[in-house]
């Protein structure tokens, strides 16, 4: 059983940033981010490939970075240019060996405020 706890979310402004971070239990292999807003469907934001290639959601892409710390189980959502469109429940999702997210952190609130 994997464990993934998310934390670093919290309230900042049109513009602000924010640095979210998962620890995960086991060995990082495919991590995602996901975000779910009030009455919207839960979407995709971000990837990690045990191999650190990274992909990004059109609307994060240039403003959001993932990155991972493999010495401390770790990884990362640098969020820079942050808008209000970007509030939401941020959950941090491990892939495993088989590409399918099958564990799930608690999820960490961002509000951004215009």
């Known amino acids: 059983q994997v464990q993934l706890v998310e934390s670093g979310g919290g309230s900042v402004q049109t513009g602000g940033s924010l640095r979210l971070s998962c620890v995960a239990s086991?060995?990082?292999?495919?991590m995602g981010w996901f975000r779910q807003a009030p009455g919207k469907e839960r979407e995709w934001v971000a990837s990690?490939?045990?191999?650190?290639?990274?992909s990004y959601a059109d609307s994060v892409k240039g403003r959001f970075t993932v990155s991972k710390d493999n010495a401390k189980n770790t990884v990362y959502l640098q969020m820079n240019s942050l808008k209000p469109e970007d509030t939401a429940m941020y959950y941090c999702?491990?892939?495993?060996?088989?590409?399918?997210?099958?564990?799930w952190g608690q999820g960490t609130q961002v509000t951004v405020s215009s």
């Open positions: 999702a491990d892939g495993g060996p088989t590409n399918a997210y099958t564990y």
């Open positions: 990690i490939f045990s191999a650190s290639s990274t």
């Open positions: 086991g060995y990082m292999y495919l």
